[in-house]
């Protein structure tokens, strides 16, 4: 086990390369499942959450292989030719929430799947209510077996799907079923997020026939089989949006690159609310921070509405911020778990029913704190790399999950930021 040790203050300069979306990512591979052939996916983040997918598909026989493993925008070859139908009970399945992606695609490979239920950070209820609804309607009988889901159908036949909750995992779930399902598929009140698009994408290629991404119903045809192809991962736009918002804080001329501008539309809105400057080009955004910022309020959203994932990262920003700020988080009403965190450094930080009350400016000062969750865990790191002082931060494991190769971008931004072994004492308190 390790932690991050950060000596804040230090400005940042210069230029910052965003890897392939962690949220696709965590989709493509099980999804590449389908085909019966090889899938090869370029751009690949190189973050735990991948290799720990690599592990599963392994374990039901395929063949997973990196062409850097090492470096970022690695390619992988996928090969399900040699896969068998196995339970999936516990284990790797239980290190990620995105292992129940492995419920669609096995269930679309072969109309059957055993796979224990998932866990994840910990942002309040997550069911998978959704999910289910769909995989019923497809045609699966779902039964809960001591906490293993088995989905078993004689056949996958299309059906009218109505999402009661805009759900991206739901939504992406039941394309993966209903691709092989016999007829015609209509998901209604489906999400629209990036990574939806990504995910049809590479179904596409692989031979579906898929409409209306990206809008609130898609239509899906099925087809009997799916073949092997390359695809390209998309940036990862809350990798992006993270480093966006520690450029606003504590950066001077920060670069962006690898970016799709209009994925990040409604945090840099916001940015520029505040009054930090940003100029896009072609892939890139150049972030110009001002020396007062304004606070502004913010509620997460479904997309194209501000994401939760940043909801955290911004609060830190706002510490900064000249007046009042409330966050208020619509998705997952209980994602405040850094907020004791921001306050051990000083924050001056409410929280009241769905929202956190962030006054400002402070100045923030260096503590010990623990990171609760991916985003909880950039929330931190921002909030070192303002403070006075040396941060230290535990449960790095969690920004290992989604954030490839954190520690080294940001030197390369000029912050002092290391790692050390946690003590024997540090992991008991943990
Ligand atoms: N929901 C239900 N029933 C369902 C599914 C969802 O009530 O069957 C509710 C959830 O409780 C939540 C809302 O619907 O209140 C949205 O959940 P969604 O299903 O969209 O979330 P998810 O698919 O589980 C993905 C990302 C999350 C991100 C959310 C929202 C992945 C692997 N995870 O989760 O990412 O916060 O969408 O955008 O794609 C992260 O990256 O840190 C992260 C948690």
Wanted: charged share 20%; hydrophobic share 40%; proline share 4%.
């Amino acid at each position: 086990m390790e932690k991050i040790l950060i000596e804040g203050g230090r400005k940042l300069n210069g230029q910052v390369q965003i890897s392939g979306a962690k949220n696709s990512a965590v989709a493509l591979v099980p999804a590449a499942i389908l085909a019966n052939s090889d899938v090869i996916i370029d751009g690949m983040p190189n973050i735990s959450d991948v290799f720990t997918l690599g592990k599963i598909i392994e374990s039901i026989g395929g063949n997973i292989a990196y062409e850097s493993k090492n470096t970022s925008n690695q390619t992988i070859h996928i090969d399900p030719s040699q896969m068998a139908l196995k339970p999936l009970p516990n284990g790797y399945v239980k290190q990620l929430r995105a292992s129940y992606y492995f419920m669609g695609a096995m269930l679309g490979k072969f109309n059957e799947a055993i796979i224990g239920l998932p866990v994840g950070c910990p942002l309040g209820p997550r069911p998978i209510d959704q999910h289910i609804k769909g995989f019923k309607a497809l045609g699966a009988e779902v039964t809960n077996e001591q906490g293993l889901i088995h989905l078993k159908a004689k056949e996958l036949r299309g059906a009218r799907i109505y999402l009661d909750v805009v759900s991206v995992g739901a939504t992406i779930n039941i394309m993966l079923a209903a691709v092989k399902a016999k007829g015609q598929t209509i998901i209604e009140n489906a999400a629209k997020e990036p990574e939806i698009i990504d995910v049809a994408t590479l179904l596409t290629n692989m031979g579906a026939k898929i409409k209306g991404v990206g809008t609130d119903i898609i239509r899906i045809e099925g087809v009997d089989t799916l073949d092997g192809c390359r695809h390209t991962i998309i940036p990862d736009r809350i990798e992006a949006g993270s480093y966006a918002i520690l450029a606003a804080a504590q950066g001077e001329e920060v670069i962006i690159d690898n970016v799709i501008y209009e994925h990040l539309e409604s945090l840099l809105a916001k940015l520029r609310e505040m009054g930090v400057t940003i100029k896009e080009s072609d892939e890139q955004i150049l972030v110009l921070p001002s020396k007062t910022l304004k606070s502004v309020d913010i509620k997460t959203l479904v997309y194209p509405g501000f994401p939760t994932d940043l909801q955290q990262p911004f609060t830190t920003l706002l510490t900064k911020a000249e007046g009042t700020g409330i966050v208020t988080d619509t998705i997952y009403t209980a994602r405040f778990k850094h907020v004791d965190e921001l306050r051990r450094m000083n924050a001056n930080i409410k929280v009241e029913g769905h929202s956190a009350i962030v006054t400002g400016p402070t100045e923030l000062k260096a503590a010990r704190v623990h990171a609760t969750d991916l985003r909880a865990g950039a929330a931190l790191v921002i909030a070192g790399l303002m403070a006075n002082g040396v941060t230290e931060i535990t449960g790095v494991s969690h920004i290992d999950r989604g954030y490839e190769n954190m520690t080294e971008k940001l030197i390369q931004l000029g912050a002092n930021i290391w790692r050390e072994k946690t003590t024997q004492a540090e992991i008991k308190h943990i």
